[in-house]
């Protein structure tokens, strides 16, 4: 199958990575990860060890075919600059696949692409930048993708077995904007955190305090999202929260990289979008404003 992965930062390089053993794909990304790619090829370490020849170019119009699938990976605030791009190329079979944390890349993406060529997916695989052309994979983690209409559809079985034929195992879900709630709560709970204390992933559950902190995120996003229509109970997204600080103890959340690098968080659109819904649907949601607040000074 014909790949572009487009935001091809971590965890878009090590999704294009393993896919490309058996597919013809293609990163987009910045231009120093693009030129070390290109000259030296990617290195995957960590649990996945690869080193890859794969094609990396900086934008679309570099691209000589036609993709059948895009995998879309750029942070959730650069989203509809993102889809805006990637129109001009979108052909009537093609496929939009969206890897991308926050709650409301969907609604964005819906506006500029048609609602029947997109697909969400979520993932709790713990992928660090470390240099250009290099990304450490330190957690193993879960992968599910679905279809909006809840439908386990043909295409969806494919692009499944694509990835669990390169060695990524991958669910599908009956009701991904669930999943992808779910998702949001884990990071809401995790990141902000790791970002204001400076820490690993696995910190959190060392540190009583902070150990506390996560399980009192968890509950209160959960109180929001019981009046978006959701029905998990606050004991699944705190297990689950729990085995994902677990299995990605040694990773340093995205959040936490992108402050150390100088660059935008994705809080406003993780605990700030929490904040936001929690207001408006007269639900408490405090602790997710004051985090947001915190971290956008950082």
């Not at 487009?6 to 058996?22: M, T």
């Not at 900086?58 to 600059?81: C, G, R």
């Not at 929001?224 to 705190?238: K, P, R």
Request: proline share 2%.
């Amino acid at each position: 199958m014909n790949i572009v992965v487009f935001g091809s930062g971590a965890i878009g390089s090590f999704f294009g990575g393993v896919l490309s053993i058996k597919n013809n794909v293609v990163l987009v990304g910045r231009k120093n990860h693009v030129n070390e790619i290109n000259k030296n090829g990617l290195e995957i370490r960590g649990k996945t060890q690869l080193k890859l020849k794969i094609k990396a170019v900086e934008q679309l119009k570099e691209i000589h075919f036609s993709p059948d699938l895009i995998l879309l990976t750029v942070k959730a605030f650069d989203t509809t600059l993102a889809v805006k791009k990637i129109l001009p190329f979108l052909s009537k079979d093609m496929i939009l696949l969206s890897f991308q944390n926050g709650l409301d890349n969907y609604e964005q993406i819906k506006q500029v692409i048609p609602e029947e060529q997109i697909l969400l997916g979520v993932t709790s695989h713990g992928v660090q930048f470390s240099n250009p052309g290099i990304i450490v994979h330190q957690g193993m983690g879960s992968t599910v993708i679905g279809e909006i209409s809840k439908k386990e559809t043909e295409r969806l079985k494919k692009i499944a077995s694509l990835f669990n034929e390169a060695g990524i195992t991958i669910e599908v879900s009956h009701d991904i904007l669930n999943d992808i709630w779910k998702k949001a709560i884990v990071n809401a709970s995790i990141n902000p955190l790791t970002s204001i204390f400076s820490c690993n992933n696995g910190y959190l559950l060392e540190n009583p305090v902070l150990e506390y902190l996560v399980e009192k995120i968890c509950r209160e996003s959960v109180s929001v999202a019981h009046q978006q229509g959701y029905s998990f109970s606050n004991d699944e997204l705190i297990q689950m929260t729990h085995k994902v600080i677990k299995d990605t103890e040694q990773n340093f959340s995205s959040m936490l990289q992108s402050i150390q690098q100088g660059k935008r968080t994705e809080i406003d659109q993780i605990n700030g979008k929490i904040s936001e819904i929690g207001i408006k649907k007269e639900r408490n949601s405090s602790l997710n404003l004051l985090l947001t607040k915190i971290v956008k000074s950082l």
